[in-house]
Structures are given as C-alpha cells and as structure tokens.
C-alpha cells in the first residue's frame, strides 16, 4: 500500500482528464481505479454502453467485507467547457488545473472531482485496521445528463449502504433538501419552405449571453431567449422575416450562453435594430435561388408562452430555505436536429410539488397548440430526478454535524436549487444528505470554475471524523 495521496498532484491529474459526461470517462475511470487499489481497496466497476461508448461506475471498498457501508459518492463526470477563451484564469486550457492564491481553477474542480478526492484521502487517513464497518467510496459516471451513475449503482448495489455523504459543492454546509427536476424536450416535426427566384442575402445572427447554472437562471443572460426576443422585435412571418437554421446551448443544464441563426429577408430598418443591440452580431452572406426550410420559430414562442401560464400556479408557492424560493424554468437548448425543430427546457420543483403531473401539463399543452402528436410534433421526458427531503433530526444529519464539531467546522442545515445524486439514493432507502468544498452559485457550469483549498482541506477533516465516527 502507498503512503499519503498528495493533493495538488492528484487534483491535476483528475482534471486532466476530459470527463465531459457525454463522453466516455473510461480513461479517468480506470486511472481511479488503480489508485484505489494501490492504497488498498476491493475495487470493482459497473459499466455502461451507450452509442458505442463505455461508462464507468468507480467503486472501492475498504473494511469488513460484510456489513452495510457507509457510503462516499461523488460524480467524477462534467459539464461541457464552453469557449477556451473564456477560461482566463487556467490559460485557455480548461483541463489545466491552476493555482491561484486559495483557489484551484478547472472544470471539474468544484463540481465534482475535488470532493471525489477529498473522500478518498480521508478514507486513507484512517488505519484500515480500526474499521468495523466498510467504507465505501463510489466514483459515478452521467451526473450532469440525469444522474445516471447513480442510477445504475442503484439498480446493481448488492448491499444497501446504511446512509450516504453525497458529494457537491455546498461551502460546507449540510443540504438536507434540493429541488427535483424535470428536462422536457418539444421536438416540431414539420418545417416550412420557401423559394427564392434569385441569389437573396441572408444574414447570419449570433446572440451572445451568460452561462450560469440552469437551477439560478437569473444569473446568466439567456442567448436563446435573447435571440427570440429579437426576432419578435424585428417582425413576424407576414411581414418577411424567416428564420432558416438556429442553434444555442449546449447542455440541458446549462442557461445559453450563444444563439447562432440564420434569417433571411431583413430589411434596412430591420438591419439597424439587430445592429444596435449589445452583443448581437451579424454577417451577411448569400443564399443561392431554389427552395429552403425554415424553421418555425413562432410556435416556439407560442409553447414557451403557454408554458408559462402551466407553470403560474406552481410559481405562487414559496419556500425561504431555497435561493430562489420558487419553482423555476429555464429554456437550456434550441436547435435543428434530423430536420426537426428541437427545445429543450427544465423545471425545478419544490419539494411536495407534483413533478410528474407537472410533466402531463407540459405535454397537454402541446395538443392545445398543436393538436395530437404525431408527424408535427412530439413530447419527450427527457429526464425526471426526484427531489430530496432528509429530516434535520436524521441520523445521517447528527453524523454529518458530529463530524463537522470535531473538525471545527461550524454545521449550518441548507437547502440546494439545483438537484444531485442523493435524490435516487434516498428514493431507494439510502438516507442522504449532500456535502461539499466549493461554491455553487455564480461558480459551476461557467468559465473559471474554481473551489477554494482550504474548504478542500476542511472537508477532508470533516470526512476523516465521520468516518471514524461511523466505521471504528
């Protein structure tokens, strides 16, 4: 077995690896892997197949081999980077784990890989011998696309862990309830055309906006919306303007931070507003004669305005704990797929609000609009993750703040906009409560994500006297 797991040097290799969750995190999977077994965990790993890539669940296990564990989870998957020339803190490498004062820049060094190696090298710290009850520490893959990890982990765990640290940027403090989370995707099937008798100039629009987490939406500025906003501005289909392609998002938790279409038949007047507008940029080019789709922006608009009047009544409830206090939708994505005009948008509910009739209310309003579904349009669930509601007084809470006391960290109880891997474990019988170094808001699913190392160097004590407590 090796000695100690050196911080900084484990940091940089995690992020290291390009581990954006729609890809295969195999290679990151099996380097953690490795190290578990060097420092003497049972290791195993729960695979998965999609589009002909493999995803790894990470499991390491020290302690007894019988007995329920306590579970250590953390998701070893991220976001989508976005624009390198936006990551000004790491050198344009947004892989590139850097050091700047208290803080470690990198995608992935707040949400989630920190915690990850946090929990492993308070596991470390504590003499295998002294364990009567096993640890267990779960790397997962397909947080960021609907908790899949999880998910599977779920569905294969052979002994149900007595309860669960899950792992996310909370600033040290203990979340005992988060949001739950609906992702719908509308998909209208049937696309105009138009003819053009001779070559037309057509004008390439890209909209430019903020990225922020989708569960605090009013921290970002939306391109997607922008861009609509915009067209409704110029002018509707009677009066010429035609949208031929768009594309903005890049992942369905995420607010846009770029919109880029393509319209056509925008006249001078029209020109000057797209011109005028802060962070709207244009490029003419030429659109040879012959027939063109066109994509039908307006019913967008339409479902969008239905979906808010759905989505009003939920909106009157309130709940101080969380920031925002209230259910919240964000249109994350907007482009052509296959031919099909594609939206992706999301819902966070309040605990005790009904997500799956929330759902059918989303899907109804499709048939008000546009009639059954079918060849014109069609309705996805895309994912639908439970909320989490763990009582203050549970014993995974009083070992949570135990722990925190002997480390000298202060324990305050939180509520999290956002939802995470605990949701699952606490719908299957796993009491969960999430934990973490790092800010959230204004920090993760954006540029220059970063977590602070003292917080990091906190948690690991904080992990250390929990698992003492519970495991010796």
Request: positive net charge; proline residues 6%.
């Amino acid at each position: 077995m090796k000695n100690s797991i050196n911080l900084l040097q484990e940091a940089k290799r995690l992020i290291a690896f390009n581990t954006v969750t729609t890809q295969s995190n195999a290679e990151c999977a099996l380097y953690v892997g490795r190290l578990l077994t060097e420092h003497g965990f049972r290791v195993q790993c729960q695979e998965y197949r999609e589009g002909g890539q493999l995803f790894l669940n990470v499991l390491g296990t020290l302690g007894p081999a019988v007995g329920a564990p306590l579970l250590l989870a953390a998701h070893l998957d991220t976001v989508e980077a976005g624009d390198p020339a936006l990551w000004t803190k790491t050198g344009r490498h947004p892989w590139k784990a850097t050091v700047r004062g208290d803080a470690l820049y990198g995608l992935g060094s707040a949400d989630d890989k920190l915690d990850f190696l946090c929990k492993l090298i308070a596991i470390t710290q504590v003499p295998a011998a002294r364990l009567t009850r096993p640890v267990l520490l779960l790397g997962t893959f397909g947080e960021e696309r609907g908790l899949l990890g999880a998910s599977r982990f779920c569905q294969e765990a052979m002994t149900r862990p007595l309860m669960a640290l899950v792992g996310e940027p909370s600033s040290l403090q203990i979340v005992t309830r988060h949001k739950g989370l609906l992702v719908g995707e509308l998909d209208l099937l049937r696309r105009g055309v138009y003819r053009t008798e001779t070559i037309e100039t057509v004008y390439d629009v890209t909209v430019d906006g903020m990225a922020a987490h989708s569960s605090t939406p009013a921290l970002g500025q939306n391109a997607v919306l922008r861009l609509l906003d915009l067209l409704k501005t110029i002018g509707q289909p009677a009066s010429g303007l035609r949208l031929l392609d768009v594309h903005g998002g890049t992942a369905a938790n995420i607010i846009p931070a770029r919109c880029t279409a393509q319209v056509s038949a925008v006249g001078a007047i029209r020109h000057a507003l797209l011109t005028r507008r802060h962070g709207v940029t244009i490029q003419p080019r030429r659109l040879p004669a012959g027939w063109h789709p066109t994509v039908p922006w307006t019913d967008i608009v339409a479902y969008l305005d239905g979906l808010t009047a759905v989505l009003a009544p939920y909106q009157k409830a309130r709940d101080r704990a969380f920031a925002p206090p209230l259910l919240t939708s964000a249109v994350t994505r907007l482009r052509v797929v296959e031919g099909a005009l594609v939206l992706t948008f999301d819902v966070r509910s309040l605990p005790g609000q009904d997500l799956g009739r929330i759902a059918q209310r989303c899907e109804h309003l499709g048939w008000t609009l546009f009639g059954p579904p079918g060849d014109r349009w069609q309705f996805r669930r895309e994912r639908q993750n439970p909320g989490l509601h763990t009582a203050p007084a549970a014993p995974v809470v009083a070992l949570l703040r135990a722990a925190m006391r002997k480390a000298r960290v202060p324990a305050t109880l939180a509520a999290k906009a956002g939802c995470s891997e605990a949701g699952w474990y606490q719908m299957v019988g796993i009491p969960s409560v999430v934990f973490g170094p790092g800010q959230a808001q204004g920090n993760i699913h954006q540029p220059n994500e970063h977590t602070s190392l003292h917080q990091v160097r906190r948690a690991i004590a904080v992990y250390r006297a929990a698992i003492e407590r519970c495991c010796t």
